[in-house]
């Protein structure tokens, strides 16, 4: 029988100028840090986010993206104490935004299939599924948000992995 001891964290080397970072999947501990950080990133996974405007996600979504590179990049696993992680988190966005658009959409995709090996739709449909039984349990009501209608946020999540917008359909779609 395996454990998670055998398998140890799951992580991708990527080649950024000339060295091999290495990418581990985002965990709920690094989610819970960047809606924290990003209330707006909250409003657009959530669906609130109805009168978002270019402006708006120029503002933030550097600093946004430099954060979950930091994330996606630093073994959490190394400190004990939270506020030591969060500081190498933050030295590790200062670098990590001042990289080019090709290193940054290189170390994105490696976080991405990492985070999510199946595609962000089944992964978003077990979180529904978790937050409908929670509220199941504790008596509340929940109204269902499968819909065959886009998402608010843009992201296609009836396809493997994000893509902003409708995902074209191909023969080699996996859903």
């Known amino acids: 029988m395996t454990s998670l001891l055998d398998i140890g964290p799951l992580t991708e080397q990527v080649p950024v100028n000339g060295k091999l970072v290495t990418v581990y999947g985002i965990t709920p501990e690094g989610f819970f840090y960047l809606l924290q950080k990003f209330p707006l990133l909250r409003s657009m996974f959530g669906g609130g986010a109805h ?37 190498v988190l933050e030295a590790t966005a200062n670098v990590a935004v001042n990289l080019s658009a090709h290193y940054q959409m290189a170390l994105f995709q490696a976080a991405l299939r990492l985070t999510f090996p199946d595609g962000i739709g089944p992964f978003m449909r077990g979180v529904e599924t978790l937050a409908n039984s929670i509220n199941l349990v ?38």
């Open 138 to 175: 504790s008596g509340q009501t929940v109204q269902a948000s499968t819909s065959s209608k886009p998402s608010r946020s843009g992201f296609e999540t009836d396809s493997r992995g994000m893509r902003l917008g409708r995902a074209a359909p191909t023969a080699s779609s996996v859903h």
């Open 51 to 87: 009168d978002l405007k270019m402006s708006m996600l120029q503002e933030v979504a550097p600093t946004c993206v430099a954060n979950a590179l930091a994330v996606a990049t630093t073994d959490r696993s190394k400190y004990h104490k939270t506020k030591d992680w969060t500081a």
